[in-house]
């Protein structure tokens, strides 16, 4: 089943404490993309990765970051998270953008992320 | 620069009714529009979008959107709604790489 899954879904931790959340897609997507979701706010764009090796950053990357070693994993790591980043987070993948925007994006489940 | 606008963040219509959700985009290049839909719990899925070959969108579950340059506006409609469309919509422009959400629309539907 193509799919895009994202670890853990639930996760409960504290101001500092170094974390990743993993997002892997089974459709060889050039194109993966991280954001939170607030309410009131929409989905803000974090990072995302053109291809393998080339990220950017989106709208919100202040206190996250990410890596594409691997065409279908996209990690997004906390490396020291406060409680402002206490949200839920959305991996996406999708055909290609930029020469392809016209591609729709397709999500994951979602992770749900409190900080205390 | 891009930017989305959905305006009323609460829509109420009773079941068999029109639903009409608003979305208003800017965009400096030709924007490539989307709608989606998030039921509770769950991401997002695609309901349709919007990518230049025709104005009027047809999408899944009996949505549709007008894409209307002059106005500048994306709306979604259906003609009469259906209890399993509660759900929270999203309209989003991408233009590049980056893809810009609006705020969303959280739809009720009464019996």
């Known amino acids: 089943e193509a799919q895009v899954t994202q670890n853990p879904r639930y996760l409960i931790t504290v101001t500092g404490k170094k974390l990743t959340v993993t997002c892997s897609q089974n459709?060889?997507?050039?194109?993966m993309s991280w954001y939170r979701q607030d309410p009131g706010l929409g989905l803000r764009q974090i990072y995302y990765s053109m291809n393998v090796e080339v990220t950017d950053k989106g709208d919100v990357p202040e206190g996250y970051k990410v890596s594409r070693k691997e065409k279908r994993n996209f990690p997004l790591i906390l490396e020291s998270p406060s409680p402002n980043q206490t949200s839920l987070y959305f991996c996406?993948?999708?055909?290609?953008?930029?020469?392809?925007?016209?591609?729709?994006?397709?999500f994951g489940p979602g992770t749900r992320l409190t900080v205390l | 620069a891009q930017s989305v606008t959905q305006l009323g963040s609460h829509v109420s219509v009773s079941e068999g009714a029109l639903v009409l959700l608003r979305c208003n985009y800017s965009?400096?290049?030709?924007?490539?529009l989307f709608w989606y839909v998030q039921y509770p719990n769950q991401g997002l899925q695609l309901l349709l979008k919007?990518?230049?070959?025709?104005?009027l969108v047809k999408g899944i579950n009996g949505f549709e959107a007008e894409f209307k340059k002059s106005e500048t506006s994306f709306h979604l409609t259906k003609p009469s709604a259906h209890m399993s469309d509660a759900a929270e919509y999203f309209c989003a422009v991408t233009g590049g790489f980056k893809t810009i959400f609006g705020a969303g629309t959280r739809l009720f539907v009464k019996a």
């Open positions: 459709m060889n997507h050039e194109y």
């Open positions: 919007y990518t230049s070959a025709a104005t």
């Open positions: 996406a993948s999708s055909p290609g953008q930029g020469r392809s925007s016209y591609n729709e994006q397709f």
């Open positions: 965009s400096s290049v030709p924007p490539y």
